[in-house]
T-cell receptor
């Protein structure tokens, strides 16, 4: 158990809908990262937050957004969902002043029908 | 550009050593990581190495880094069927905290 929690574990929704994925980082970690894993694209970095502020952006679509709250949990919002958004979404966290190692949550499997 | 390459598949027999290879392109990478992903699970950090090191050993795992060739390897000694999983190599670039991952190597260990 990495100490990073994600909910829900599975999500099935229809095209055009909006969903919110939730992540709680390890105790003491200030950074949260979101990744999308699909068979064709592999593991793609989406966005990073550090202590409530956006720190880095990767291949995140404009339909997707995220935020990190004062208690450091984070949410990833996916809207106008398309079939191609079906994937595993992972959250990871890391502590400041370390080797930068990221600890991953168990993921949310999103299926868009 | 920044890229991390890994071979897609490796098959070994139980008890043998496994060597998973990775190449990266960014010479300014500061840390390099190995993660393991079992079916239906998240990525588990196995080990990492700082770029000024050549080798790191942790029980059955040995990481070798050839910075000149930008080549990283993970050796698993006495491979067990429970080691069957996908192994990801990742690099961290200087000045950044984000990681770039390879596409993963599927290790299959047969009895």
């Amino acid at each position: 158990d990495s100490g990073v929690t994600q909910t829900p574990k599975h999500l099935i929704t229809a095209t055009g809908q909006r969903v919110t994925l939730r992540c709680s980082p390890r105790s003491g970690d200030l950074s949260v990262y979101w990744y999308q894993q699909s068979l064709d694209q592999g593991l793609q970095f989406l966005i990073q937050y550090y202590n409530g502020e956006e720190r880095a952006k990767g291949n995140i679509l404009e339909r997707f957004s995220a935020q990190q709250f004062p208690d450091l949990h984070s949410e990833l919002n996916l809207s106008s969902l398309e079939l191609g958004d079906s994937a595993l979404y992972f959250c990871a966290s890391s502590a400041p002043g370390t080797g930068g190692e990221q600890y991953f949550g168990p993921g949310t499997r999103l299926t868009v029908t | 550009g920044e890229d991390v390459e890994q071979s897609l598949f490796l098959s070994v027999r139980e008890g043998d050593s496994s060597v998973i290879n990775c190449t990266y392109t960014d010479s300014s990478s500061t840390y390099l990581y190995w993660y393991k992903q079992e079916p239906g699970a998240g990525l588990q950090l196995l080990t990492y190495i700082f770029s000024n090191m050549d080798m790191k050993q942790d029980q059955r795992l040995t990481v070798l880094l050839n910075k000149k060739d930008k080549h990283l390897s993970l050796r698993i000694a006495d491979t067990q069927t429970g080691d069957s999983a996908i192994y990801f190599c990742a690099e961290r670039h200087s000045g950044y905290s984000t990681l770039t991952f390879g596409k993963g190597t599927m290790l299959l260990v047969s009895p």
